[in-house]
């Protein structure tokens, strides 16, 4: 104490910093405050004070209800983890979808979904926007593997959608067959691939009918593969595979249903065969069975009547057909007369852009 009686300017000094530096963060914290400030009444004024202006009167409310008082929207509301919650009359005295079409278009929002409350008295919407499939999915992603070792025998994933649901096809709970059809580019070879490989992995016999012969270069060598590239190839090979129907179609019948449910395999391995764009393929078997048909012969082409005989053998036989088409009819195929398939047409579907 004596010091600083006997020596005050360093003291001074110190007080004189402290006050100018107090002063300065002041000044700085108002600073920061008034540019908030300014932020949030541009934020009124742009999407909040117009989104009032167009639900005011469809929500019953009048004109000069303050915004904020119902309008809790986020500066950041077009994130992903965004959420946008309106609060609604009670009375509940008004059109739903208008109300929804407005949000929409006053904060320029897409593929956003809404979950109304209208019990009680805290009545409201929450906006949110849906979550998207991720656009590509790859061996290398996390958990995609530890998926894939779950996935049942009989369903192989096909993909992931939105909140990684997993996107499958049951080929013995649900249908035995699988149609594909897509436009040139729509992902309907990577589809059948995806399918196919999962079931060699899991013990399937694969027969890959290609015409285009370059559909599926990644099955060349693979064991458990057939590749079938010419027509007289394609050809003979569904002939056998239709015997081979027929083969356990009898054995089927000799067995229990009870055996047949608790031992599927007693009737053989599980086999796969992909077509692929069936329609072209099917137009060449028949100018194919034109051209080497002797006298006596069926006017059918017996490939093609063996394509319609397997697709409605059923699952028992564990025969497992994947069609791709760009657009597929039942008399491309060949199946011209028999009942509607049971089986699924998958389709590539585009989101909304």
Known sequence: MCDVWENPDPAIAAAETSGIAAASALAVGGLAYGLLTRKRRAFMREWVTPLHEALAVPLGMSELTDPRRYLHVPRKFSDDDAEIRIDTPGHL????????????????????????????????????????????????????????????????????GAGKRKISVDL?????????????GGGKSTILRCITCQFIHNGAHAYVLDFKRISHTWARGVPGVTYCRGIAEIHDALVRLAQEGRRRLALAEQLADDVLEREPWRVGPRIVFLLEEVNATMAQLKRYWAKIRESGDPKTSPAVEALAEILFMGRQVRLRVLLVAQSATARAIGAHGHRADESPQLTRARPPS
């Open 93 to 160: 005295r008004f059109n739903e979808d208008l109300v929804a079409d407005l949000i929409v278009k006053k904060l320029a929002l897409e593929n956003v979904s809404f979950t109304w409350r209208r019990a009680g008295k805290d009545t409201h919407v929450i906006v949110r926007k849906r979550k998207a499939p991720p656009k590509k999915l790859t061996l290398s992603d996390p958990g995609v593997r530890e998926i894939l070792a779950k996935m049942p025998e009989s369903a192989p994933l096909i993909g992931l």
């Open 172 to 184: 013995d709970a649900d249908s035995p067959h699988v149609l594909i059809s897509a436009g040139t």
